[in-house]
C-alpha cells in the first residue's frame, strides 16, 4: 500500500508563493502517475493538476494554469507543487494522489487514483 506525506502548507499573502511537497512510501513510485486535488471549506475536492509517471506529460485545471507547477524526483520519490500569484481563491486543503493501481485513465477525477494523502491546509490572505 502506498502511503503519501503532504507538506508545505501554511499561511501567505496573497500575490505570494508555496511550495508543497508530497513524500511517497514505495518502490515503485516511478510507475504512478500523481495528482494534486483541493478542497475549500463547503466545496467539493476539485482537480488542480497531474503529471504522468515519466514527469514529461503534466495537465493543469484552467485556474491554475500560468501559476502553479508540477514537477517530480522519482529518486526522492517525491511530487512537488509551486504555487505562485496566490490568490485567496485557492485556500484550500491541498490533497496529493496517486494511480497505484497504474491505470493512467481518467486522471483529472478523483476516481483516477486509489491512494490520498492527508492533506495540507493552504491559506491566502488577503
Known amino acids: 500500500q502506498v502511503q503519501l506525506v503532504e507538506s508545505g502548507g501554511g499561511l501567505v499573502q496573497a500575490g505570494g508563493s508555496l511550495r508543497l511537497s508530497c513524500a511517497a512510501s514505495g518502490r515503485t513510485f516511478s510507475s504512478y502517475d500523481m495528482g494534486w486535488f483541493r478542497q475549500a471549506p463547503g466545496k467539493e475536492r476539485e482537480f488542480v493538476t497531474f503529471?504522468?509517471?515519466?514527469?514529461?506529460?503534466?495537465y493543469y485545471a484552467d485556474f491554475v494554469k500560468g501559476r502553479f507547477t508540477i514537477s517530480r524526483d522519482n529518486a526522492k520519490i517525491t511530487v512537488f507543487l509551486q504555487m505562485n500569484s496566490l490568490t485567496p481563491e485557492d485556500t484550500a486543503v491541498y490533497y496529493c494522489?496517486?494511480?497505484?493501481?497504474?491505470?493512467?485513465?481518467?486522471?483529472?477525477?478523483?476516481?483516477?487514483?486509489?491512494?490520498w494523502g492527508q492533506g495540507t491546509q493552504v491559506t491566502v490572505s488577503s
Open positions: 503529471i504522468r509517471r515519466g514527469g514529461g506529460n503534466t
Open positions: 494522489a496517486a494511480d497505484a493501481g497504474g491505470r493512467g485513465s481518467r486522471l483529472s477525477y478523483k476516481s483516477g487514483y486509489d491512494c
